[in-house]
């Protein structure tokens, strides 16, 4: 299915990706699908994405958490090629290879507000276009401000 600039717009507008002092750095991914996480009774954050048959994309490309925290996703490669994936969490990275027809799990742990990237690193994948974002919203935490006057955000 492809998505017209309008409806992409919109999308990007109502994950908040296109303002400024927002999430906006997930409008650098010009194509693919937005999803979020479902966040569940016990505060982790649950997702899946998938690489379609003869695609060379996440889907959905940009992942929306709401805020900090664990995360646990679920990876499917339903390609016919292998594929892997390398993963953020809190500075290190988690490797999981997905061979073809296949599924992965990951918990990882993405505290903070911002983005993430992730993607795969064989052969050229990343450069043919697997390559993802999952992109955090929220807050920093007190503890990790500076100690300066609060900032005006338009």
Known sequence: MTTTSGDRSAQLAEAGLDQQNGTSLGRLLGTGNIGYA???PDGRMRATVRIPVDELVWD?????LPH???LDLELINDDMNTHCAVLPSNGD???IWLVNHSKGR???NLDGPGQY????TTGNDEGRGLTGAIVVGGEVPDEAKLDRPTQPRP
């Open 60 to 64: 959905p490309q940009i992942l929306v």
């Open 117 to 120: 990237w992730y993607g795969s």
């Open 93 to 95: 990275y988690q490797f």
């Open 68 to 70: 900090g925290g664990e």
């Open 106 to 108: 990951a918990a990882l």
């Open 38 to 40: 479902e966040e569940g």
